[in-house]
């Protein structure tokens, strides 16, 4: 369950955010320019989360690999580099 709500976390968020936004702009005679803010923050959300959301790297292979390792008891050597 963590794991799940630690990588959609977003749309949990994002969801609560647009329910709590329809409700307070859509609850009293809404008129054109509600429904138009209201799209306008449902449609910057799905853009967020196309921009944002967790894609599968070739380097997930070799995470869960050095994972498994660091979990076998035996010393392990991290080297981390930077492109600059």
């Avoid at 894609?55 to 050597?77: H, N, S, Y």
Wanted: aromatic content about 14%; overall charge negative.
């Amino acid at each position: 369950m963590g794991e799940i709500f630690g990588l959609y976390s977003f749309i949990f968020i994002a969801a609560g955010f647009a329910f709590v936004a329809g409700v307070i702009l859509l609850s009293n005679k809404p008129k054109w320019n509600d429904y138009l803010a209201f799209s306008v923050i449902v449609v910057g959300l799905v853009v967020t989360w196309t921009i944002l959301h967790p894609r599968q790297t070739l380097l997930m292979d070799d995470a869960k690999e050095v994972q498994a390792m660091i979990g076998a008891g035996k010393p392990v050597l991290l080297e981390f580099q930077s492109p600059y």
